[in-house]
């Protein structure tokens, strides 16, 4: 049965409270016809209620993430991380500045709140915002390891103030100082809180203000209330009452306000920056978007700017995205007229407060342990659900394959007209003059390259994959020494409405020529069918430039072999096909795989490389031995000198490899291990191991080079765009009797 495209296009932008439940949801029960998009500029996101406790050492980090990558792999959701630039509000699509718009038949905003910077300078290097908590920690440590030796040598404690006296900066004040004892334990430091109004936290009960302040003063916390920051620049903080206190950090906490994004959405605004809705959640514009969370304000209904909200906005929400798809009145959220506050200070306690009551003991923690475990417990399951049986949603007449399974002409010119194709004078004939082929005429007549390549796409975002596919297919030119000209592209689109085919089609060939055209190639045309999956590549024409091209063969003895790119992305993208790939290694993987090979191959050629090729399908053993027995040699490779993406060694400990892995293992009978015992027990030489065998998507280049040129090769990659290369082994004349290579 082929998979279907969808009717519906869902879009959640920002991975709050909300729009997490959205997620969770979908993971049950998707909508049937629909797709649903997350789109997230961080691939985690960080549950608020957990980061005191997390600053305090109460969990390691990880316990207060939520991995959108796994999560929503798990949930058969398209994860797109970019940064959003815009809205299209009448054309119902999401804008970027580097990617196609993502068109939307119900969006929903959920991008939470920043600090209000008050009077403070935004660059000010003493300024330490709080948001985004996704990169909180690691900003704190990287300043506190700044400001150490300085204070250190003025003789003098760090002086640290916490502005703003809400529940956030409460938290934050009560649980610093154990991050700095475990952490920074010869730090000396002075804490301060500034607050705008008398008690604390601002619109705290009478006896919960008693007793913040009662441990805050226990704690020697220095408590400036009634003070408003006016301005903060150079390690002083003025206030609006003319007085001013020195700081050589100040964390952010003040009251929250619209991130800048929802100014540039085009829609309505409160005084504040938040976005309007009504007590449905949608927007006050006329359109299907719904705004959650802290991202929006509802004046019949106002609420404070808390997570519990959020919480209970998700049923409404996942409602009213049914409603919207079905063309039914929607339902309206009616928040809470209270709830129980938790404000954790640090010492496996914390301050509750509950319709008047109050009390500050190791049973209040437990208690919000428990509840913030029991919510991160439904995020942080990433098991794949089991899939539904699949009904179609399509009318099932027969559909014809071969030639009679090709894309309507209609859903490819669409597709085409709105592509910026750049003209060649190679082109004689192209897309100008559609034809059954396409003819290029090389400069002065030189020899031309060709070649071809194509892939089934590895992830749910069809911009990325066909970046990847036009930068895997050049690389074989790139390895040649050829300047790629043009290039037709292999396209498979699943069944599915026109509009969607034409906008899968239009994202993969949008990502490949912004590729092409970095190289100075363009897309002359291709051919496109409908199958049961997406599938993409180029053939494609590029100029030796008259010069004899580097082959495979070539390789001498006393070479040293240099490999360009780390090895591993098989088994990374077979992990993401479990819900298994951690989102850091994602977040590794990805420049690797957008990573031209062009520049190497420049560089490798500038010092005679002796024979090159690129690592893809076949693993770098398979492609290793290919240049072997063309240049008739023999080669030594160090295991431990392999480099290995992110995430390997976990996931090769675990069993995880590529499909095609076993397949690629059929050379090891022209392999000598000498480290079988090692290569089979676990830890770091299996995994390198493995990766001999790991086919490569947009793998790097391997060639070699001469002994005494090779460290003046290296420290040239790694200064032309820090290309992580690493010299692996070396070649050796081939014995007859012996395999071809060997590995240390």
């Known amino acids: 049965m082929n998979s279907l495209l969808p009717k519906h296009e869902i879009v959640l932008l920002g991975a709050g409270h909300t729009n997490s439940h959205v997620l969770r949801m979908w993971r049950m029960a998707p909508i049937a016809g629909a797709r649903l998009s997350c789109v997230s500029n961080f691939s985690t996101a960080t549950y608020s209620g957990m980061l005191p406790g997390t600053l305090a050492g109460l969990y390691p980090p990880e316990r207060m993430q939520i991995d959108l990558v796994r999560l929503c792999e798990s949930a058969g959701v398209r994860f797109i991380k970019a940064e959003v630039a815009g809205l299209d509000v009448a054309g119902r699509k999401l804008l970027f500045d580097d990617r196609p718009p993502l068109p939307f038949d119900a969006l929903s905003i959920g991008i939470g709140s920043v600090p209000h910077p008050d009077g403070a300078a935004l660059d000010d290097p003493a300024r330490l915002p709080i948001k985004p908590m996704q990169t909180f920690l690691a900003r704190l440590d990287a300043r506190l390891s700044e400001l150490r030796a300085a204070a250190a040598g003025a003789g003098r404690p760090l002086r640290m103030a916490i502005v703003g006296g809400g529940a956030g900066g409460m938290e934050i004040c009560f649980c610093l100082p154990f991050h700095l004892r475990k952490f920074w334990p010869e730090l000396a430091f002075e804490l301060c809180l500034v607050s705008r109004q008398d008690e604390v936290p601002q619109g705290a009960p009478a006896n919960v203000a008693a007793l913040a302040k009662r441990e805050l003063e226990a704690r020697g916390v220095q408590l400036l209330v009634n003070k408003s920051v006016v301005r903060a620049a150079g390690g002083q903080l003025e206030f609006d009452d003319g007085q001013r206190q020195s700081v050589d950090l100040a964390i952010w906490a003040t009251n929250a306000v619209g991130p800048g994004l929802l100014g540039r959405l085009g829609l309505p605004t409160d005084e504040q920056g938040f976005l309007l809705s009504r007590p449905t959640l949608q927007t006050t514009a006329d359109a299907p978007i719904f705004v959650v969370g802290d991202s929006g304000t509802c004046r019949e209904r106002p609420t404070p700017k808390a997570g519990v909200y959020a919480v209970r906005q998700g049923p409404i929400l996942w409602e009213n995205l049914q409603r919207t798809l079905r063309g039914e009145p929607l339902v309206e959220y009616r928040p809470q007229s209270g709830f ?233 993208l077979a992990a993401q096909m479990q819900a298994r790939c951690r989102a850091a290694w994602m977040d590794a993987l990805v420049p690797v795989l957008l990573a031209s090979n062009e520049r190497a191959a420049e560089i490798a050629r500038q010092f005679d490389a002796s024979a090159i090729t690129d690592v893809t399908g076949f693993g770098l053993a398979g492609h290793l031995l290919e240049m072997l027995r063309a240049s008739d040699a023999a080669a030594e490779v160090r295991l431990a000198d392999l480099p290995l993406l992110a995430g390997v060694a976990e996931l090769t400990t675990e069993g995880v490899e590529s499909t095609l892995a076993p397949a690629n293992r059929s050379v090891e009978s022209e392999i000598e291990n000498r480290l079988a015992g090692q290569t089979h027990a676990g830890g770091p030489l299996s995994a390198a191991y493995a990766g001999l065998f790991d086919p490569q998507t947009s793998g790097g280049l391997l060639f070699g080079v001469r002994a005494e040129q090779v460290e003046a090769l290296i420290a040239k990659l790694r200064e032309a765009g820090d290309i992580p290369a690493a010299i692996i082994g070396e070649v050796e004349p081939h014995e007859f009797d012996r395999p071809r290579l060997r590995v240390v």
Not at 357 to 380: E, P, S
Not at 528 to 545: H, K, N, R
């Open 340 to 572: 129980l506050s938790l404000l954790a200070t640090g010492d496996r306690k914390a301050i509750l407060s509950y319709k008047g009551f109050a009390a500050h003991a190791g049973w209040c923690w437990t208690l919000k342990n428990y509840i913030d475990g029991r919510f991160m417990d439904m995020y942080q399951d990433y098991s794949p659900m089991t899939p539904p049986a699949e009904t179609p949603t399509i009318a099932t007449q027969m559909r014809c394959a071969g030639c009679g399974g090709k894309v309507g002409g209609t859903i490819l010119s669409k597709a085409l007209a709105r592509l910026e194709i750049p003209r060649s004078e190679h082109v004689l004939l192209g897309l100008e003059q559609p034809d059954d082929a396409a003819i290029v005429q090389p400069p002065g007549g030189r020899p031309v390259v060709a070649t071809v390549d194509f892939f089934t796409a590895f992830l749910d975002d069809p911009y990325l994959v066909g970046r990847v596919a036009a930068l895997n297919t050049m690389s074989d030119a790139f390895a040649m020494g050829a300047a790629p000209l043009a290039a037709m592209a292999i396209a498979t689109l699943p069944l599915g409405p026109p509009q969607a085919q034409e906008q899968l089609l239009y994202e993969l060939l949008a990502g490949a020529l912004r590729e092409f055209r970095q190289a100075g190639a363009t897309l002359v045309g291709g051919h496109t069918i409908e199958g049961p999956a997406t599938t993409i590549g180029f053939s494609l024409l590029a100029d030796s430039a008259g010069e004899a091209p580097r082959l495979k063969a070539g390789l001498r003895a006393g070479d040293r072999l240099v490999l360009t790119k780390p090895l591993g992305s098989g088994i990374l």
